[in-house]
C-alpha cells in the first residue's frame, strides 16, 4: 500500500506564557493520524480542545511541539511540515496547501474580489484572469458586485466568511485546512459550501475541517477525528459519537 | 529549491571609543530568496536599522559576511567590496528607502531628477527614455505627473516619501531595503503608502528587507520576520508564526503589546 | 603707443631674476605636475602654486605653466579673451618675455607658445604649437559636490551620475544645456574635465587635436592637461545634442568674417555692433593673409 499523503504522528503543542510568569498551556498531546490524497477528514471535539491549533500547526502557524507531520508533495518528495525550512513552507502555503481560518483575515483597504484574487496571482495567474476568476467565485457564494469591490473589514461575519470560503476554492489545493468554514453562513450558503466541498474532492482535494455541524460531518467526511483536552480518537462518520445521543454528542452540543 | 538571493552570517557592529562598547548588532545571520519580503521588527535600538545600513553599506560592519548572488557569483563577501563595487551595488544592485527621505532624496533636484539619477548612474543617455521610464516610476508609486518637475522640498511627507519609493524602484534593484518607511507620517498617510508597497511588492515580485517597529507593517508586508532585541535576533518564522506562536518572551511582549 | 610699438620696443631684460622668473626646483615641480597631467588626460594635478607678482585669479596658474616650459627660441602670445592687447595680456607677455628673452608675436601660427584666457585662437594649431589655458575653477564637479574629497572619489570611481543629473535638470528646466562657457567634457572616455571659460565654440577644437593643451588653476593649484590627439567629448544627451554658438547672418565689423566667434555690444544708437573675438585672426583676414581656421 503505497503511503498516505499525509501522516502525523505525536504531534504535541506546548505554549509556554512568559508574559504570565511562564504558564503552560498544552493544546495538543501526542496526536497521529494519516490522511489520504481526496480524503476527508472531520475534527470534531468541544471548544479549546485543540482543533485550531491542530491546523495551525500544520499549516505552521504553530510551530508544533513534538511530533512530525510527514507530507508527500505533488512532486514526490517527503517533507516534515514541523520541520521544513520556512521557504519550502511558503512554497506550499502558495501551491498546495491552503488554511482557510474561522475569521477572515483580510489585509485592509484591498476590495474583497482583490482579497481572493490574491490566491491565484501568488500562483502567476494574471491579474484580470485572477480577478475573473474570483469574481465568479464570490458570486457563487451569493455575493453581489457592489460588495466585491467593498473592504471585507466592513462586512458582517457571514460575508467575511464567504470571502474567506471563496479563497479556499478560487484555485483548490492539494490539502486544504478549513476552520469551521459555514458557522455564520445561512441555510443556502452553507448548501453552496457542501457543492463546493465535494468537487474539490472529486477533483482530488483532500481536506482536513472543523465541524460542529453532525449533519455537515455525516454528509461530507470519511473519517472524523474526536480531540478532548488535547488528546485525539478516530471514529466513523456514523459512528454513535456523530449519529447519536452519546456523549461525544452532548460534548459537540455544548461546543456549539 | 531556489538559492537564496542574499546569505548574511554574523554579522557584527560594535561601537568602540574610550571606556565604551556599544554592540549595535551581533552574530546576526539570515539568508533572503528571491521575491520574497523578510520583515525585521524590534524596538528602537534593537539594532535593526544597522543592519540595513550595514546592507547598504551607508555603515561599515565591524565583522561579518554578506553574500549577493549577483556579485561574484555570491562567493565573495560584499563587505571586502572596493569603493567601485560598492557603488555599482549601491546603484545598480540594491536601493535603500530611509525614514527620512531627506536622506534618501536630494530635495533640491526635481522629482523626476532624483528618479533619474539612478538611471544616469546606469548610462541611460536620452534625456526622453529617462522621463518615460522616471515617469513611469512615479506613476507606479502614486506621484502625480504634472509635480514630476518640481522640487521634493515642497511636497508633502506622504508624497516624499513615494518619490523615494519610486527612485528606489529605478533600476530594478535585486533587493530593496526600506528602513522604518511610514514611522514619520500621518497614520492616514501611512495606510497610503503601506498599500502601495504591497501592490508594488505583489505586482512586481521585489525582493525586499522592510524594518519597522510596527508589528502592522510587518504583518502586512512580511513573509518571514526577524526579531530583534538589543542587538541580538531572538526569534525568526513565518510571520503569521511570529504573531500568533511567539516564542521569546520578547516577541509575546511585543504581540500582546499591540492593540486589536 | 600702440600693442605693436610696445613689442617693439623691447626694453631692457629684468635685472636679478632667475631666467623665466621661477626658480629652478619651481619649474621642475611645475614640470613633473605637467607630465603627470599629460601622463593621465583630463586628471587634475595638485602642484604648489607660487606666489607671482600678479593677484591670483589673474592668470598665475597659467603664467607658471608658461615660465616653467618656456625656452629662450620659443615665440610667445598672450590672449585675454581673444585679444592680445588688454592690458593683463600685455602686461604677461612683457613680463614672459623680459625674464626669458623670447620673442613676443600677435599672430597665432607665429607663436610656439600660447597663453591665453577664455578662448582658444580661430587659427588651426599645430603639432609644434602649445596652448596653456588659465583656469579659474578646475573642478567641474564643483557645482554638484562641495566636498573636494568626495568630488575627488567620484573622479576616482568615473562616478559622474550627478554631473549627468545637473544636466538632465537643466534640460527639464531650460529644454537644453545652458552651460555657454565651460561646457564640461569627458577627456580620453575617463575624465570629467573643465576645459577653462572658453566659449562651446571652441571646445571641438580640443577633441583630437595636434597641439598640446595644458591647464592651470593658479588659485586652486591645479594642473591638468590634453595631449595630441586625445579625444575630448562634450558630455551630451543624445536626444539633446552639444551645438556650437552660432551668428546667423552676423559677420565681423571689422573684417567681415563670418566664421569666427563674434562678440557684439551694443551702440549708442541702439544698434548692436559685432567683431571677432579673435583680435589676431580678424587682423589676418583683414591683411589677406590666409588663415586655416577649420580644427
Same mark, same amino acid.
Request: glycine residues 8%; negative net charge; proline residues 5%.
Given at each position: 500500500m503505497a503511503d498516505p499523503m499525509l501522516s502525523v504522528s505525536g504531534l504535541s503543542k506546548t505554549i509556554t506564557l512568559h508574559i504570565l510568569h511562564g504558564a503552560e498551556v498544552r493544546p495538543l498531546r501526542d496526536v497521529s493520524f494519516d490522511l489520504d490524497a481526496g480524503e476527508f477528514l472531520a475534527i470534531a471535539g468541544p471548544?479549546?480542545?485543540?482543533?485550531?491549533?491542530?491546523?495551525?500547526?500544520?499549516?505552521?502557524?504553530?510551530?508544533?511541539?513534538?511530533?512530525?507531520?510527514?507530507y508527500i508533495t505533488r512532486a514526490g %518528495?517527503? /517533507?516534515? $511540515?514541523?520541520?521544513?525550512?520556512?521557504? %519550502?513552507? /511558503?512554497? $506550499?502555503?502558495?501551491?498546495?496547501i491552503t488554511y482557510?481560518?474561522?475569521?477572515?483575515?483580510a489585509p485592509p483597504r484591498v476590495p474583497a474580489v482583490d482579497v481572493v484574487a490574491s490566491v491565484l496571482t501568488q500562483r502567476g495567474v494574471e491579474l484580470e484572469v485572477a480577478r475573473e476568476r474570483a469574481s465568479a467565485m464570490l458570486s457563487r457564494l451569493g455575493m453581489g458586485p457592489s460588495l466585491q469591490t467593498s473592504y471585507p473589514a466592513l462586512f458582517s461575519g457571514g460575508e467575511q466568511q464567504r470571502v474567506n470560503v471563496a479563497k479556499a476554492f478560487v484555485a483548490p489545493p492539494r490539502l486544504l485546512l478549513l476552520d469551521e468554514p459555514t458557522s455564520a453562513l445561512d441555510a443556502d450558503n452553507r448548501e453552496r459550501v457542501i457543492e463546493l466541498l465535494h468537487e474539490a474532492q472529486a477533483a482530488g482535494t483532500a481536506v482536513i475541517a472543523i465541524f460542529h455541524d453532525r449533519d455537515l460531518i455525516r454528509r461530507l467526511a470519511d473519517r472524523v477525528l474526536v480531540l478532548a483536552d488535547g488528546t485525539a480518537r478516530e471514529v466513523a462518520p456514523d459512528d454513535d459519537y456523530i449519529a447519536g445521543d452519546s456523549v461525544t454528542d452532548e460534548l459537540l452540543e455544548v461546543s456549539r | 529549491m531556489v538559492a537564496p538571493l542574499l546569505r548574511v552570517r554574523d554579522l557584527n557592529k560594535i561601537y568602540?571609543?574610550?571606556?565604551?562598547?556599544?554592540?549595535?548588532?551581533?552574530?546576526?545571520?539570515?539568508?533572503?530568496?528571491?521575491?520574497?519580503?523578510?520583515?525585521?521588527?524590534?524596538?528602537?535600538?534593537?539594532?535593526?536599522?544597522?543592519?540595513?545600513?550595514?546592507?547598504?553599506?551607508?555603515?561599515?560592519?565591524?565583522?561579518?559576511?554578506?553574500?549577493?548572488t549577483s556579485f561574484h557569483g555570491g562567493e565573495r563577501n560584499m563587505w571586502d567590496a572596493d569603493r567601485r563595487e560598492r557603488r555599482e551595488l549601491r546603484t545598480h544592485r540594491m536601493s535603500m528607502v530611509y525614514q527620512n527621505p531627506r536622506q534618501g532624496l536630494n530635495l533640491m533636484v526635481t522629482a523626476g531628477g532624483n528618479v533619474a539619477e539612478r538611471l544616469l548612474a546606469a548610462d541611460w543617455r536620452r534625456v526622453s527614455d529617462i522621463r518615460a521610464k522616471a515617469s513611469d516610476y512615479l506613476v507606479r508609486t502614486e506621484v502625480p505627473i504634472e509635480r514630476m518637475d518640481d522640487f521634493p522640498a515642497f511636497f508633502s511627507g506622504g508624497m516624499q516619501q513615494r518619490v523615494q519609493i519610486a527612485k528606489a524602484l529605478a533600476n530594478n534593484p535585486e533587493?530593496?531595503?526600506?528602513?522604518?518607511?511610514?514611522?514619520?507620517?500621518?497614520?492616514?498617510?501611512?495606510?497610503?503608502?503601506?498599500?502601495?508597497?504591497?501592490?508594488?511588492?505583489?505586482r512586481y515580485g521585489v525582493t525586499a528587507i522592510v524594518v519597522s517597529h510596527d508589528l502592522g507593517v510587518i504583518r502586512l508586508l512580511a513573509d518571514r520576520t526577524l526579531v530583534m532585541k538589543d542587538g541580538h535576533v531572538v526569534e525568526s518564522g513565518l510571520t503569521d508564526q511570529i504573531l500568533e506562536d511567539p516564542q521569546h518572551p520578547y516577541t509575546q511582549l511585543l504581540v500582546n503589546c499591540v492593540t486589536n | 603707443m600702440g600693442v605693436r610699438a610696445l613689442i617693439e620696443e623691447r626694453g631692457a631684460a629684468f635685472e636679478g631674476y632667475t631666467f623665466g622668473f621661477l626658480d629652478d626646483m619651481a619649474k621642475r615641480e611645475i614640470r613633473r605636475a605637467i607630465l603627470k597631467g599629460v601622463a593621465i588626460p583630463g586628471h587634475q594635478v595638485p602642484f604648489g602654486s607660487r606666489e607671482m607678482p600678479i593677484a591670483r585669479g589673474w592668470g598665475t596658474g597659467g603664467?607658471?605653466?608658461?615660465?616653467?616650459?618656456?625656452?629662450?627660441?620659443?615665440?610667445?602670445?598672450?590672449?585675454?579673451?581673444?585679444?592680445?592687447?588688454?592690458?593683463?595680456?600685455?602686461?604677461?607677455?612683457?613680463?614672459?618675455?623680459?625674464?626669458?628673452?623670447?620673442?613676443?608675436?600677435?599672430?597665432?601660427?607665429?607663436?610656439?607658445?600660447?597663453?591665453?584666457?577664455?578662448r582658444i585662437p580661430e587659427e588651426r594649431m599645430t603639432a609644434g604649437q602649445?596652448?596653456?589655458?588659465?583656469?579659474?575653477?578646475?573642478?567641474?564637479?564643483?557645482?554638484?559636490?562641495?566636498?573636494?574629497?568626495?568630488?575627488?572619489?567620484?573622479?576616482?570611481?568615473?562616478?559622474?551620475?550627478?554631473?549627468?543629473?545637473?544636466?538632465?535638470?537643466?534640460?527639464?528646466?531650460?529644454?537644453?544645456?545652458?552651460?555657454?562657457?565651460?561646457?564640461?567634457?569627458?577627456?580620453?572616455?575617463?575624465?570629467?574635465?573643465?576645459?577653462?571659460?572658453?566659449?562651446?565654440?571652441?571646445?571641438?577644437?580640443?577633441?583630437?587635436?595636434e597641439t598640446l593643451f595644458l591647464f592651470g588653476?593658479?588659485?586652486?593649484?591645479?594642473?591638468?592637461?590634453?595631449?595630441?590627439?586625445?579625444?575630448?567629448?562634450?558630455?551630451?544627451?543624445?536626444?539633446?545634442?552639444?551645438?556650437?554658438?552660432?551668428?546667423?547672418?552676423?559677420?565681423?565689423?571689422?573684417?567681415?568674417?563670418t566664421d569666427s566667434y563674434l562678440v557684439t555690444s551694443p551702440q549708442a544708437d541702439g544698434s548692436t555692433l559685432s567683431v571677432c573675438s579673435d583680435a589676431s585672426y580678424c587682423d589676418d583676414v583683414l591683411g589677406g593673409r590666409k588663415v586655416v581656421n577649420q580644427w
Open positions: 471548544s479549546g480542545a485543540g482543533k485550531s491549533s491542530l491546523l495551525k500547526c500544520l499549516n505552521r502557524t504553530y510551530l508544533a511541539t513534538a511530533g512530525t507531520a510527514r %518528495e517527503t /517533507v516534515d $511540515l514541523f520541520s521544513a525550512p520556512e521557504r %519550502e513552507v /511558503v512554497a $506550499l502555503r502558495r501551491d498546495e482557510v481560518s474561522q475569521f477572515l483575515k | 568602540s571609543g574610550k571606556g565604551h562598547r556599544i554592540v549595535a548588532c551581533e552574530d546576526v545571520s539570515f539568508d533572503v530568496y528571491p521575491g520574497e519580503v523578510l520583515g525585521i521588527v524590534g524596538e528602537s535600538g534593537s539594532g535593526k536599522s544597522t543592519v540595513l545600513q550595514c546592507l547598504f553599506q551607508d555603515v561599515i560592519p565591524t565583522s561579518g559576511s554578506a553574500f549577493l533587493l530593496v531595503l526600506l528602513d522604518e518607511l511610514t514611522t514619520g507620517l500621518d497614520v492616514s498617510v501611512q495606510a497610503g503608502v503601506l498599500d502601495l508597497v504591497r501592490d508594488i511588492q505583489s | 603664467l607658471q605653466i608658461t615660465l616653467a616650459c618656456v625656452g629662450a627660441d620659443d615665440t610667445i602670445k598672450v590672449i585675454d579673451q581673444g585679444d592680445d592687447a588688454s592690458v593683463n595680456a600685455v602686461n604677461l607677455r612683457r613680463l614672459i618675455a623680459k625674464t626669458t628673452g623670447a620673442r613676443e608675436t600677435l599672430t597665432t601660427g607665429d607663436a610656439t607658445l600660447i597663453q591665453t584666457r577664455h602649445m596652448l596653456i589655458l588659465q583656469v579659474p575653477i578646475p573642478e567641474p564637479l564643483r557645482h554638484v559636490e562641495r566636498s573636494v574629497a568626495a568630488a575627488r572619489a567620484m573622479h576616482a570611481e568615473a562616478d559622474y551620475a550627478r554631473m549627468w543629473l545637473a544636466l538632465y535638470e537643466d534640460v527639464v528646466r531650460n529644454g537644453e544645456v545652458t552651460a555657454g562657457a565651460g561646457y564640461p567634457v569627458m577627456v580620453n572616455h575617463r575624465f570629467v574635465m573643465a576645459p577653462s571659460p572658453i566659449p562651446r565654440w571652441d571646445i571641438p577644437k580640443l577633441d583630437q587635436a588653476a593658479g588659485r586652486e593649484k591645479r594642473i591638468y592637461a590634453v595631449p595630441p590627439y586625445t579625444d575630448v567629448k562634450p558630455l551630451e544627451f543624445e536626444d539633446y545634442p552639444f551645438s556650437i554658438e552660432g551668428f546667423p547672418g552676423m559677420s565681423c565689423r571689422r573684417c567681415g568674417a
